[in-house]
């Protein structure tokens, strides 16, 4: 069964610290990554996607993806109170089907 | 410019009525997707819709759920003989690529 699994949670980290958020996936055909952030009672929202092994930065957000051993993180750093939020990862298998599968998400909180 | 819109934002029906939920993706976006969200839960894949090739309906729970697209645009998902176990939120979301997949505020379902 393909099936996306994230670190349990609930993550609660002080302000100012870096909060490492992980997945593993189970699908080697898996092709590209997502994150997403969904705040309580709104939709998800996309932070960022990564498709190569490696590093990739975004602002304060930096994805990690390590195909070989099948597992993809989120960094945040100088976490704010506002990044509190579910994170969710996400994979497609690539080709011409777009469809995402969602892992259940992790709870993260940053604490003032 | 306008995002994805859903309609009702809210459903309360009867267990056994049907129901139908809309869709208004991103103008241009060839891609759209139904997901739902029961509570505590990550996204649940339920249907894809590319262009004009026929939808990926893998997700789709069983047959009492369906779903059509009007001219490449608006969705409907249509649950039949709704259960109280399809209480949930259902999402819509469109894309015009694999890597950015825009979603609606969601219709939060409840069978009673």
């Known amino acids: 069964q393909k099936e996306v699994e994230q670190n349990s949670g609930p993550l609660s980290v002080p302000e100012g610290a870096i909060a490492s958020l992980n997945c593993t996936y189970s699908d080697r055909g898996s092709q590209s990554f997502f994150w997403y952030r969904q705040y309580s009672g709104k939709s998800p929202e996309l932070i960022m996607f990564?498709?190569?092994?490696g590093d990739k930065e975004d602002g304060r957000f930096t994805a990690q993806l390590n195909k070989a051993s099948q597992y993809v993180s989120l960094l945040i750093r100088d976490s704010q109170p506002s990044d509190s939020a579910t994170y969710l990862c996400a994979w497609n298998s690539g080709g011409s089907n777009y469809k995402l599968t969602f892992g259940k998400g992790t709870l993260l909180t940053v604490n003032p | 410019g306008a995002g994805v819109s859903q309609s009702p934002s809210n459903k309360v029906t009867e267990k056994g009525k049907d129901v139908e939920l809309r869709c208004d993706p991103i103008?241009?976006?060839?891609?759209l997707y139904w997901y739902r969200q029961s509570l505590g839960q990550g996204l649940e894949f339920l249907i894809y819709?590319?262009?004009?090739?026929?939808?990926?309906k893998s997700g789709l729970p069983s047959d009492r759920f369906s779903a059509e697209r009007t001219g490449g645009s608006v969705s409907t998902l249509t649950i039949q003989r709704t259960q109280q176990e399809d209480s949930a939120v259902y999402l819509c979301?469109?894309?015009?690529?694999?890597?950015?997949?825009?979603f609606g505020p969601g219709t939060r379902l409840t069978v009673t």
């Open positions: 990564i498709y190569s092994n």
């Open positions: 979301a469109s894309s015009l690529s694999p890597y950015e997949q825009y």
């Open positions: 819709f590319q262009g004009n090739s026929a939808p990926d």
């Open positions: 103008s241009g976006h060839t891609a």
